[in-house]
């Protein structure tokens, strides 16, 4: 992916005299130990550029870490502007001590000693240093039913993913939006009451119990924080003049806290439209006048012939959110490409996606219950960009983002640092329905994190195919801490790549990014459905030009359910259930079931060994090779080579060779739909009465019951 920024270079990407610069201020971990010290605000100070030789010394808070420990030392303006253009600036990294810490080119630097280590950078702007105290390994036991939910309803912080074993686990709720009951009509300023049909909440998601032994694992980090999502209280209305675009960019111009801009139901204004950077605090809400569906539940474009609708005709978004923009809220409005246009790079922009300081990000921006479409026929390299703080597009229908030749997603992120939520909506995207990554933050360490992508509905038109070019549904280059939980893939095919729904792998993507990750990712409760291949994770892209500092950790692929997976829907071509990559470590694939007709391979590895796997009580349909490396033979040739030391037990892999694998897996000769609890319902638990149903004491595939309740609604119309 790559970012259009010719449209946004009057606004968006302008010189600028003073840089925002934070020296030396520890990022994620990046490996096993524990996140070092999260930035704040005042950890930042401006310098203006003809003070660059002025030598600075800035020294923030001292930070522990473990041995084993990396951290990536930001530096988060990195570019500086001058007669000869934009410029890196070039860093240079030292550390007193290389017994204790060693620090590369990039201010990655890992602790392999206990000790006391000073690490220095230098620029033309300046120098700082940090001391380092390294400390022995420690681990931290897992956290209890009793802490497993804080008020935000997501996990506690701890230092240090634990092996944990897989038993039964507490619920992980993450809590949609309260139901607010808007001020009654009577007032002169309220809003008026929200109609349509009952409220649909999606159900809370309780966690299969697995009793039985199964392997331990390192588990990812879950994540972090939340978006805030409940719906403010108005204390005045402005309502805007129908087709009047001038009336209503005046309105969001001079709009503060508190305040509803309201829109006539079936009002158009055609323009690029954008919501303003404001000094107050507060909530500004932009609505029409009439929300045809109540709260949590999703726009449908059947439901919403009577929105106000802001409509671009160019490359310009119809709905762009200012760097460092704050508190906006866009409820019930369609934004759209008109029909006849033939290009354009955004049609609703959260942030430029080029910001060089963390103050720049926009912050607490919802969009709720929109309609976000495309032209039919023309291209948009993506309906929504979210690149900023505290980002949530909620019960909202995104449709024919699409494109020929390029990248194109429904949703993208690439930079800021988060929390994203997605919880409710349809997304149509050719190039991915998802995806986080794809082009450099220009701020050094930054990578979007604390990620919830919930209950929505991936979904590819079969008619798109030979029409728009099409690489992934979901797709992760640099995220972490990321839960992707309870939604539906449907439709996938070969075309610009070889037909893998789910696709992992940390990228650099333009060169300037080696901290690029992908780590503290769980996959669990999804359905995938109608598609050629299910899940490539790959460690990182090997790019000498741009390479990549660490490998892509931490990832859990539980308790979904692959169903019509491994055959190309349009062509027939024969896909894989996994595939696995390169140097990944701590890689998890436990009690998923693939179902589907004449896949090529259960498992492919490649690369590099994989460290640390955990292989078990998977169901595996009929396949031409079970598990398969480039290179070596099938079965305990090629997990010897390519996953030593791993934990390969209690799966099903149908129609193999039992001879060519240890003891502790079974190998049926045909698996049908009728060992299914109800394939044709959705539930794709195995019957109680198969032998192989149970494993090693523990349910062998998917709990079907529970992910039928985790996507309850998700596909509805």
Request: contains cysteine.
């Amino acid at each position: 992916m790559r970012v259009h920024l010719a449209a946004f270079a009057a606004r968006t990407f302008r010189a600028k005299s003073t840089l925002a610069i934070a020296l030396l201020t520890l990022g994620t971990a990046c490996s096993d130990g524990h996140d070092s010290t999260a930035v704040e605000p005042t950890d930042f100070v401006s310098l203006d550029t003809r003070s660059s030789r002025t030598k600075l010394t800035v020294t923030l808070r001292d930070s522990s870490l473990q041995v084993g420990d990396t951290a990536s030392m930001l530096l988060p303006a990195y570019r500086k502007q001058s007669t000869e253009g934009t410029q890196d600036i070039i860093a240079r990294y030292a550390s007193s001590d290389t017994a204790v810490v060693i620090v590369d080119s990039y201010g990655l630097a890992r602790a392999v000693a206990v000790g006391t280590a000073r690490v220095t950078a230098r620029t033309v702007l300046g120098t700082g240093t940090i001391v380092l105290t390294i400390s022995a390994r420690t681990e931290v036991a897992p956290a209890t039913t009793a802490d497993a939910a804080t008020s935000t309803g997501l996990p506690p912080v701890t230092d240090a993913p634990a092996m944990v074993p897989i038993t039964p686990e507490a619920p992980v709720v993450i809590p949609a939006a309260p139901s607010t009951v808007p001020p009654s009509a009577a007032s002169p300023i309220a809003k008026p009451p929200e109609t349509g049909g009952p409220t649909v909440v999606p159900p809370t998601v309780t966690l299969p119990t697995t009793p039985g032994t199964m392997p331990s694992f390192v588990a990812p980090q879950l994540p972090r924080a939340s978006v805030d999502v409940s719906y403010p209280s108005p204390t005045r209305s402005i309502r805007v003049a129908a087709n009047d675009p001038g009336a209503l960019q005046a309105a969001l111009d001079a709009a503060v806290g508190g305040d509803e801009i309201v829109l006539p139901d079936g009002a158009t204004y055609v323009g690029a439209f954008h919501l303003p950077k404001r000094a107050d605090a507060g909530t500004v809400v932009l609505r029409s006048a009439t929300i045809p569906v109540a709260a949590h539940t999703r726009m449908t474009p059947s439901q919403a012939g009577s929105l106000a609708t802001l409509r671009t005709t160019s490359v310009y978004p119809a709905l762009a959110v200012d760097d460092g923009a704050h508190g906006w809220r866009v409820v019930g409005v369609r934004m759209q490409l008109a029909d006849n246009a033939v290009d354009n790079y955004g049609i609703v922009t959260i942030g430029s996606g080029s910001q060089t300081s963390i103050a720049q990000f926009p912050s607490n921006i919802v969009l709720d219950r929109t309609v976000v479409a495309g032209s039919p026929t023309g291209n948009t390299s993506r309906c929504v960009s979210m690149n900023g703080v505290a980002i949530a597009v909620i019960d909202s229908w995104l449709s024919e983002c699409h494109a020929n030749g390029r990248d194109a997603q429904a949703i993208g992120a690439w930079t800021g640092t988060g929390p994203l939520l997605m919880d409710n909506n349809h997304l149509e995207g050719s190039g991915q329905a998802i995806m986080l990554g794809g082009s450099d933050p220009l701020i050094s360490g930054v990578t979007p994190a604390d990620v919830v992508i919930r209950h929505n509905h991936l979904f590819k038109p079969l008619s798109w195919a030979g029409r728009w070019t099409v690489k992934a549904a979901f797709e992760l280059k640099n995220a972490e801490r990321v839960l992707f939980e309870g939604n539906v893939i449907e439709n996938h095919w070969t075309d610009a790549q070889v037909g893998f729904a789910i696709l992992m792998q940390a990228v650099n993507q333009d060169g300037r990014a080696p901290w690029s990750t992908v780590r503290d990712v769980t996959v669990r409760l999804n359905v995938i459905r109608n598609s050629r291949s299910g899940v490539n994770l790959l460690s990182r892209l090997t790019n000498a030009s741009a390479p990549v500092s660490q490998p892509s950790r931490r990832i859990l692929l539980r308790d979904n359910s692959f169903e019509s997976v491994g055959r190309d829907p349009i062509n027939g071509a024969q896909g894989r259930f996994v595939q696995l990559l390169e140097d990944l470590e701590d890689i998890t694939v436990v009690q998923n079931t693939f179902f589907g007709s004449g896949a090529s391979n259960d498992v492919m590895f490649d690369g590099k060994p994989v460290v640390r796997l955990a292989l078990a009580n998977n169901v595996f349909a009929a396949a031409t090779y079970g598990i398969l490396g480039s290179g070596a033979g099938e079965g305990v040739a090629t997990i010897l080579r390519f996953a030593p030391a791993s934990t390969v037990s209690g799966n099903v892999l149908t129609g193999q060779l039992g001879s060519l694998y240890s003891s502790g897996n079974v190998f049926p000769a045909t698996l049908t739909a009728g060992d299914f609890v109800d394939a044709s319902g959705g539930n794709y638990s195995l019957r109680q009465a198969l032998a192989f149903s149970v494993l090693n004491g523990a349910r062998t595939g998917v709990d079907g019951s529970a992910v039928l309740s985790a996507t309850l609604g998700v596909t509805a119309r």
